[in-house]
Antibody, heavy 119, light 108 residues
């Protein structure tokens, strides 16, 4: 059974950066993409970007440029999302999710990582 | 950007009744549409992809239809575990991939 396991909750001050991890288990080493989706409290879902864990190729939603960096460590099958210059508007649950192709449906999802930005 | 609009925002349904949720795209997304169910404190769960294909393990009471700009998710006979928020997502024209704002299915 494929799984995505994310790192724990974070509390950050405005202007700081946060790095969230997403570890894949029971996946083949190639042939999938990891996307990031966020959800502000009580709000809907917002696509953030994707990374190809095999090539390191990325694509970011324009609104997050230039604050967003997606990376991966193939040796430990883990993808990372780093968001810098945080504001209170970045307070949200951040999910990673897998697609088989770059543009596809998301399945499965990680359990989510809550990021709180507060002074 | 393709704007996805779901209706209604809230749907009040009695257990055992049929629920019909709508999703409209601002331009054609062909059949590249997915539906997700989200319960409080949980990640979304894939229900439907390709507008009408049920994901593995999804009960047959869930069905999807539509293509182009108009889509429907139908739950034929609501069970207690089906009360949740439902989102549609298009993956035809991107970036960005876009979601509807969600429909809350609540107990009447």
């Amino acid at each position: 059974q494929v799984q995505l396991l994310q790192s724990g909750a974070e509390v950050k001050k405005p202007g700081a950066s946060v790095k969230v991890s997403c570890k894949s288990s029971n996946y083949p080493s190639t042939g999938y993409y990891v996307h990031w989706v966020r959800q502000a409290p009580g709000q809907g879902l917002e696509w953030v970007g994707w990374i190809n864990p095999n090539t390191g190729g990325t694509n970011y939603a324009l609104k997050f440029l230039p604050r967003l960096t997606l990376t991966r460590d193939t040796s430990i099958t883990t993808a990372y999302m780093e968001l810098s210059n945080l504001t209170s508007d970045d307070t949200a649950m951040y999910f990673c999710a897998k697609t088989t192709r770059r543009g596809d449906w998301f399945d499965p999802w990680g359990q989510g990582t809550l990021v709180i930005v507060s002074s | 950007e393709v704007v996805m609009t779901q209706s209604p925002v809230t749907l009040s349904v009695s257990p055992g009744e049929r629920a019909t949720l709508s999703c409209r795209a601002s331009q054609s997304v062909s059949s590249k549409l997915a539906w997700y169910q989200q319960k409080p404190g949980q990640a979304p769960r894939l229900l439907i992809f390709g507008a009408s294909t049920r994901a593995t393990g999804v009960p047959a009471r869930f069905s999807g239809s539509g293509s182009g700009t108009e889509f429907t998710l139908t739950i034929s006979s609501l069970q207690s575990e089906d009360f949740a928020v439902y989102y549609c997502q298009q993956y035809n024209i991107w970036p960005p991939m876009t979601f509807g704002q969600g429909t809350t299915v609540e107990i009447k």
